[in-house]
């Protein structure tokens, strides 16, 4: 023990970068959190000059800590200057929408929450802030909501990529009640990773731009050359593509653990575009939950893959002191070629990286080791498919009531004569790029919802990613990145290319229209996007927007000028509404009474045949029926 001591002592000198530091933390207080998050431009200097956006002057923004049950209340102040620099009629249908625009123009998401989506105060994507404006975001987070791991960034269509990529992240930790959080868990150091990077082209002929923070700014007009749009940066040196990878802002900071015990890192990758293969070589990794939602046992992974948006627990024991590396290792790529997802513009695949040094050590009196400690984790966790608080969709009943969608990712071109050469490709959700006005799809509560999402670019991986429900992995064709994530909750999931994947969720709560979306945040901000609408359950045929079949619908619709078919059992239930209806009208002759009674028959009738009644009013206005496959 004493000869470990010795070595914790020697191994001190060797540490040469500085210890890892955390943003600015702020806690709810009797139910509520109330906090400023003034957008503005900072300058850092470390490891690259460059003055971007952040929140408050820091990279990254505050950490938010709330509990189930308070009410989130942000009061987001927009203090860029010059003009917002939208195009006009970009959110309306115009073919401009698409493109990067708007970089000063702002909003917040509150990414994996389980929030209202519809009220204006809330987590509404639809929101804009002009430079010089605030807007006060009232968000209340529900009393059952999941413990757990979430964050905030921009979401405003058009600059999401811009903002995010320059820092404007930030952490939301749901916290547990600690007189019910496994004590294993409780006793576990806690350290929060924010990993982001920073890509600037510097002249680089052969790299992908579409990726790089400063090909961004030149694609939406925001240069050096326009102080009052956008402040400059000052890449240091290079003269080839440089990416800078942080952790918590710093390059290669230093994460004290302690020798034999375990450490939960909470990591999100804040990046709008990598994959990431986190290891510890030396060390033992433990993946304890994904998105914030608990798996169902800890899985000892050697490396733990973490794509854009996602977020990762991570139980770390090193049982040996020593000085350990938290590296990144770009994917693997597929035989031939050189970068499988198409979102690593300056380092080839299995390229590793040097994210952060892990000194375990021995605590400083070495009277502390005349017996060894070691900690030990749960055999199994509280995963919410497990506990009840998420319904397990694996195995569902024949009479489950389900909506089944395919959803097929594929490349576009839009609008190359109206935007720069370098920006005129696209990606599209079933062939179409976003447009605010369209629902291209819709559901009711209660629903299961089985989504079949095909990636038909066999070299970009699409980090999937739905606002509002979490959902359930089902299935996935081979070539899947990580089979871990199989029968768990998330909201974000990469796809296969040039396969498919099977998820399946329940909206249970929250009505209105929430997004989904790839979260490269650059093919979002290029189209990649669609809307979803959640309508209660009693009224599922009520029209309010413009509303499309969806392309990758199953069953053929049939014109608005031959006859609508009825599947199987629907024209039973047309047959008894109308039935019931004619009793109406007899009995109204008869008695007023009997006809308010004969109507109520009428809607329970509604009721309990939601689902063939709905299926018909969908066909009747337009909608593509969709099979359910159980």
């Not at 979430?150 to 405003?156: E, I, L, Q, R, S």
């Not at 800078?244 to 909470?266: A, D, E, M, W």
């Not at 994530?485 to 209105?512: A, E, H, N």
């Not at 069953?555 to 629907?570: F, R, S, W």
């Amino acid at each position: 023990m004493w000869a470990a001591f010795l070595l914790s002592l020697l191994l001190a000198p060797w540490v040469h970068s500085d210890p890892i530091t955390f943003p600015p933390e702020y806690r709810s207080s009797a139910g509520v959190l109330s906090v400023n998050l003034t957008v503005t431009t900072t300058e850092l200097v470390t490891p690259v000059q460059i003055v971007t956006r952040t929140y408050n002057g820091a990279w990254p923004g505050p950490t938010l800590r709330v509990k189930p049950g308070d009410t989130l209340e942000v009061n987001l102040i927009n203090a860029l200057e010059g003009p917002p620099g939208a195009v006009p009629g970009v959110e309306t249908g115009d073919p401009l929408m698409n493109t990067f625009h708007a970089p000063n123009v702002t909003n917040l998401h509150t990414h994996g929450l389980h929030v209202d989506p519809e009220t204006a105060t809330s987590d509404n994507p639809f929101v804009n802030v002009p430079p010089g404006t605030s807007y006060k975001y009232t968000i209340k987070i529900p009393a059952n909501h999941i413990p757990g791991l979430f964050w905030y960034h921009p979401h405003k269509h058009g600059s999401a990529a811009l903002q995010t990529a320059g820092g404007m992240a930030g952490l939301i930790v749901v916290e547990e009640d600690p007189t019910t959080q496994l004590p294993e868990l409780a006793a576990m150091q806690e350290v929060l990773l924010v990993i982001q990077t920073i890509r600037l082209e510097n002249g680089c002929a052969t790299c992908k731009p579409f990726f790089n923070y400063d090909y961004l700014r030149g694609a939406m007009g925001d240069t050096i050359h326009s102080p009052t749009l956008t402040p400059a940066f000052q890449p240091v040196g290079a003269t080839t593509a440089s990416t800078y990878y942080l952790v918590n802002g710093q390059q290669q900071p230093t994460i004290s653990v302690p020798v034999g015990n375990f450490t939960r890192l909470r990591v999100l990758n804040a990046d709008p575009a990598g994959f990431m293969y986190l290891a510890i070589t030396g060390c033992e990794l433990y993946v304890l939950a994904n998105d914030g939602y608990y798996t169902e046992f800890p899985r000892l992974q050697l490396n733990v893959v973490i794509g854009p948006g996602n977020r990762k627990d991570i139980a770390v024991r090193c049982l040996t002191a020593g000085l350990f590396m938290l590296t990144y290792q770009t994917p693997v790529a597929a035989a031939g070629a050189t970068d499988p997802i198409g979102s690593l513009p300056q380092a080839a695949a299995g390229t590793v990286i040097n994210l952060a040094e892990v000194l375990a050590e021995y605590p400083l009196s070495p009277l502390a080791f005349q017996v060894p400690t070691i900690s030990f984790l749960p055999a199994s966790l509280r995963a919410p498919q497990l506990t009840g608080q998420l319904p397990d969709l694996r195995i569902l009943h024949s009479s489950t009531r389900m909506d089944s969608y395919e959803m097929i990712l594929t490349g576009c071109e839009v609008g190359a004569t109206l935007t720069p050469a370098l920006d005129s490709s696209a990606h599209c959700i079933n062939g179409r790029t976003y447009n605010a006005s369209r629902t291209d799809y819709w559901t009711t509560i209660g629903t299961v919802n089985e989504w079949t999402i095909i990636d038909q670019e066999v070299d970009i991986n699409h980090p999937f990613h739905i606002h509002t429900n979490p959902f359930q992995l089902i299935e996935a064709s081979p070539g899947f990145m990580d089979t871990h994530l199989l029968g768990q909750y998330m909201d974000t999931v990469p796809s296969v290319p040039g396969g498919w994947i099977k998820i399946r969720f329940v909206p249970k709560d929250f009505t209105g229209t929430m997004v989904y979306h790839c979260h490269i945040l650059q093919h979002e901000d290029k189209g990649m996007m669609a809307n979803m609408e959640v309508r209660h359950s009693l009224f599922p045929f009520i029209k309010e927007k413009e509303e499309v079949q969806p392309v990758g619908a199953k069953q053929e619709v049939a014109l608005a000028e031959t006859e609508i078919p009825v599947k199987e059992g629907a024209k039973e239930a047309d047959e008894q509404s109308e039935q019931s209806a004619s009793g109406g009208v007899l009995t109204m002759m008869v008695n007023t009474f009997l006809v308010g009674f004969a109507l109520f028959s009428v809607m329970v009738v509604v009721v309990t045949q939601r689902q063939t009644v709905a299926r018909k009013w969908r066909e009747y206005m337009g909608y593509q029926e969709l099979d359910p496959e159980v």
